[in-house]
């Protein structure tokens, strides 16, 4: 139930706050490592022509920039080529001039919880999930929502 009476609030108000606090209550023990996804992988040396088929092909939002030993190394968003084509750069331009270094990431560990700040707090909406520098996959918010929504709508109907 809801801890304290606000006589101004509404049923529908009232039923989101009983809502959100099930979902938090059965979701508290799940991780990114429970949750990631897949997430598409490019070389640093590759154009960005390359970058968008390779968005396009995985029907992605975001691309992990990786060393040729695989360490993590930036990302390569929708927008990054979209501002990329707005600045008339050309499509063999190397992703290392529109790709962001300075990579938000969730550790195998981050609970729903602390995903859901690090989106919120560096408003993105997906970041890799990485290990010692190893990306492992990733997580989003249309990820975390749906799989949230999902189960609570299943434990529902049981």
């Not at 304290?4 to 209550?25: F, G, H, K, N, T």
């Not at 092909?57 to 968003?77: M, N, W, Y």
């Not at 290990?131 to 997580?139: D, S």
Request: aromatic content about 2%.
């Amino acid at each position: 139930m809801i801890s304290s009476y606000d006589a101004d609030m509404l049923p529908c108000e009232a039923a989101e706050r009983i809502s959100v606090r099930r979902i938090a209550a059965r979701e508290r023990g799940r991780t990114a490592a429970d949750l990631m996804e897949p997430i598409p992988t490019i070389t640093l040396k590759a154009s960005i022509h390359e970058a968008a088929a390779a968005l396009v092909e995985a029907g992605r939002a975001i691309l992990a920039v990786v060393t040729l030993q695989g360490d993590l190394t930036g990302v390569v968003t929708r927008w990054d080529l979209t501002r990329a084509i707005a600045q008339g750069l050309p499509d063999d331009q190397p992703l290392e001039q529109i790709m962001t270094r300075e990579v938000i990431v969730a550790s195998p560990s981050d609970s729903i919880l602390e995903m859901v700040r690090k989106l919120e707090h560096h408003d993105i909406s997906a970041m890799p999930v990485v290990e010692q520098g190893t990306v492992l996959g990733m997580v989003s918010a249309d990820l975390l929502a749906r799989r949230s929504l999902l189960r609570l709508l299943q434990s529902q109907m049981d």
